[in-house]
């Protein structure tokens, strides 16, 4: 989808990786906190990046996935869940 600053999400996920590690030109930059802010999509994709990474980066904290999900996801994906969990 194209907004009225030019840029499109294609062009957002194109960037995405340097925008959050904050090595774009300021210009760049500029247009695509611009297009975060007018597509609601896009701004859910960098939200969940951003939020996953924070995770991952959060030493020592562990994130226990609930049961039930566990179960969902497990079945999902065809995995069994009886294999021991290594920690």
Not at 15 to 21: E, G, K, S
Not at 26 to 42: Q, R, Y
Not at 60 to 68: A, F, H, I, M
Request: hydrophobic share 30%; charged share 35%; net charge negative.
């Amino acid at each position: 989808m194209t907004h009225q600053h030019g840029l499109e999400c294609e062009d957002l996920i194109h960037h995405l990786n340097d925008y959050i590690d904050g090595e774009l030109d300021d210009t760049l930059c500029g247009k695509i906190e611009a297009h975060i802010e007018s597509c609601p999509n896009c701004k859910v994709v960098v939200n969940t990046l951003k939020k996953t990474i924070q995770l991952y980066q959060d030493d020592g904290e562990s994130v226990t996935l609930p049961l039930d999900a566990r179960h969902r996801l497990f079945k999902a994906l065809d995995l069994d869940e009886d294999v021991e969990r290594k920690e």
